[in-house]
């Protein structure tokens, strides 16, 4: 049969997360106890009021198409939310609402991006950033950023990083998959960078804006260097922070004639988003963060919980993060071991691989994020169940026989 797929499919892969998510779903409904530490999703319920919120509107008739890129009264509340929490003032002309955060990204790289544009990857990365880059024909530049920074990126790797081609840099903060979050002073520095080179666009990703423990405190590029207001792209969305995952509302703040382009395609595409959830989002941003308080403390406990217990794994380190639900331990020391049925682990892939078949744990590979030697694992997951997995993946390391 001849292949009717198209060359541009076959230069992306499908996303590594959702492909390990779908494989631990597919052992437990065969009967496997597999404990999922893959999934970027918060395990809490979606607030009573925003749920609340979504009845009205359908009680109410908002059941039908919407204005491509978001209601007015979704878009004022976007608006507030950027002033109330950034500092950051935009007219309805510059919010572009979406199906979800990922949306937003795409959007803006199809509408921006030339054949052989470059955009700033810092690694470790979410997933599907290359791959978006990819699709709009644009080039990934991947910016290895280091363990002892704190996988964040310097300035100096910024500059060295940039060439006559590039046209995006990506900012993710707190991040996902390492749950760093970059200071006003780090934020700063590449700012200073920034403002030498003006043919250079910012995606500020702050979808995990909300997730902050400890003395961390959230800042987001064009608050910090309002010079790039003009250029950045400030994208946030409902999913992580009001734990609406599969409600898909996306939105973002940015220059109008971004915004403008946005819409276009997205006019061509998807069309609005749903509209009871866009009702839903504004309950979301304008009924208050109470049910903040109690998920952040949860969060902190288990982040806590997991750090130390893999740190209570030989060959296993992880630092503690400052945000989002993730933590980011190295597995290098694991390079060379040896299973019991004698399969040599040559890296975290092979290592990742081995914790399904021992422990029956699913995490992500560092590979998937673009830093080889490490593994993301999200403690968006009861404490009994967190704890029950870092327990066997200790015992199944234990297994093992060091090279």
């Not at 509302?249 to 061509?268: C, D, H, N, T």
């Not at 021992?358 to 967190?386: C, M, N, W």
Request: proline letters at 5%; one cysteine or more; glycine letters at 6%.
């Amino acid at each position: 049969m001849k292949n009717y797929l198209s060359e541009r499919l076959a230069q992306i892969k499908p996303s590594p997360t959702i492909a390990i998510s779908d494989k631990a779903r597919e052992l437990r409904a065969a009967g496997e106890d597999v404990i999922s530490l893959s999934q970027g999703e918060p395990d809490f319920e979606t607030p009573e009021h925003i749920k609340v919120a979504a009845i009205r509107a359908m009680q109410d008739g908002h059941t039908r198409y919407t204005a491509v890129d978001g209601i007015p009264e979704l878009k004022q509340a976007i608006r507030d939310k950027f002033k109330l929490d950034n500092g950051l003032s935009y007219e309805h002309s510059q919010i572009s609402v979406s199906t979800g955060g990922k949306q937003v990204l795409y959007n803006a790289f199809m509408a921006t991006l030339n054949a052989g544009d470059e955009v700033i990857i810092p690694a470790p990365y979410w997933v599907s950033y290359p791959d978006m880059v990819v699709l709009a024909e644009g080039r990934p530049v991947i910016a290895a950023c280091l363990a002892q920074n704190d996988f964040k990126l310097t300035a100096e790797e910024l500059e060295a990083a940039i060439t006559p081609a590039t046209r995006w840099l990506i900012l993710n903060s707190p991040s996902n998959p390492t749950g760093s979050v970059y200071n006003q002073h780090e934020l700063k520095a590449l700012a200073e960078v920034l403002l030498r080179h003006p043919q250079i666009l910012v995606m500020s990703d702050d979808i995990y804006e909300h997730l902050i423990y400890g003395k961390a405190e959230f800042s987001t590029l064009a608050q910090v260097e309002p010079k790039l207001f003009s250029r950045t792209l400030t994208c946030n969305g409902m999913s992580k922070a009001y734990c609406m995952t599969g409600w898909r509302v996306g939105f973002a703040g940015g220059p109008e004639p971004l915004i403008r382009a946005m819409a276009k395609l997205q006019s061509q595409s998807t069309s609005n988003p749903t509209s009871i959830s866009q009702h839903a989002a504004i309950a979301g941003l304008t009924g208050g963060r109470a049910f903040l308080k109690d998920m952040l403390n949860a969060y902190e406990e288990r982040r806590n919980s997991v750090v130390n217990l893999l740190n209570g794994i030989e060959s296993i380190t992880c630092a503690t993060p400052d945000g989002a639900f993730y933590v980011y331990p190295s597995c290098q020391g694991l390079n060379g071991a040896i299973s019991p049925d004698g399969t040599r682990l040559e890296n975290d892939t092979d290592v990742c691989a081995y914790l399904l078949e021992a422990a029956k744990v699913t995490v992500v590979p560092g590979e998937a994020f673009g830093s080889p030697g490490y593994f993301r694992v999200s403690y968006a997951l009861g404490i009994d169940q967190l704890v029950e997995a870092c327990d066997r993946i200790q015992l199944a390391c234990e297994k093992l026989e060091r090279a």
